[in-house]
């Protein structure tokens, strides 16, 4: 009974880990810093303008950044 539940436990987890990560962690890395940047900006001034203007900023540049570390080398 308890190999069974630690079994699907960690299938639970490798499926988490596979769906979440995959094969760019460093986008995952940057999705979590975004929300944390973004959060931080809504939360500590007292208006939520600035974080809503940084949120696609930092998301582009996230994406251009992945997109340019697995372009092709010359």
Same mark, same amino acid.
């Given at each position: 009974?308890n190999?069974?539940l630690?079994?699907?436990?960690?299938?639970?987890?490798k499926?988490?880990w596979?769906?979440l990560?995959g094969? &760019?962690?460093e %986008?995952?890395v940057?999705t979590? =810093?975004i929300? +944390?940047v973004? *959060?931080l900006l809504g939360?500590?001034?007292?208006n939520?303008?600035?974080? &809503?203007?940084v %949120?696609p900023?930092?998301?582009? =540049?996230?994406? +251009?950044w992945? *997109?340019r570390?697995?372009w092709?080398k010359?």
């Open positions: 009974m190999s069974i630690l079994k699907w436990l960690k299938g639970f987890g499926f988490w596979d769906f990560v094969d &760019t962690p %986008l995952f940057s979590i =810093a929300i +944390v973004t *959060v939360r500590g001034l007292h939520s303008h600035v974080a &809503t203007v %949120l900023v930092l998301v582009v =540049a996230s994406l +251009v992945s *997109v570390k697995s092709p010359r």
